[in-house]
């Protein structure tokens, strides 16, 4: 079993910037690909970013994110994180990191398999 744990999540001014951590431990860790995903209330699940794990560490960003989130990785750590510069209210969520261990849809939250339990960010003055 593998377990994921965000932090770094909490209350930023716009304009801001936050880095959230996700810290994999369990099982050997060896998954596909890593993303961020977030959720604000009374809306769908949304893909922000990917990172594959056992290469060179490609990345994929959702309009959303592009030019202001970067997702990068520490394989050492098994830890990924995801840097948000220039912070709007609309950036308000609960920000969620996940594993892939199989070939599934990247963008889509049901490709999946493990998830962490959500880090609150909110963004106001």
């Known amino acids: 079993q593998v377990q994921l744990v965000e932090s770094g999540g909490g209350l930023v001014q716009p304009g801001g910037s936050l880095r959230l951590s996700c810290a994999a431990s369990g099982r050997t860790f060896s998954p596909r690909t890593m993303a961020w995903f977030r959720q604000a209330p009374g809306e769908e699940r949304e893909f922000l970013t990917a990172i594959t794990w056992s290469d060179e560490g490609y990345t994929y960003y959702a309009a959303s994110a592009k030019g202001r989130f970067t997702i990068s990785r520490d394989n050492a750590k098994n830890t990924v994180y995801l840097q948000m510069n220039s912070l709007k209210p609309e950036d308000t969520a609960v920000y969620y990191c996940?594993?892939?261990?199989?070939?599934?849809?990247?963008?889509?939250?049901?490709?999946?398999?493990?998830w962490g339990q959500g880090a609150q960010v909110t963004v106001s003055s």
């Open positions: 996940a594993a892939r261990l199989r070939i599934a849809a990247l963008a889509t939250p049901t490709g999946y398999d493990y």
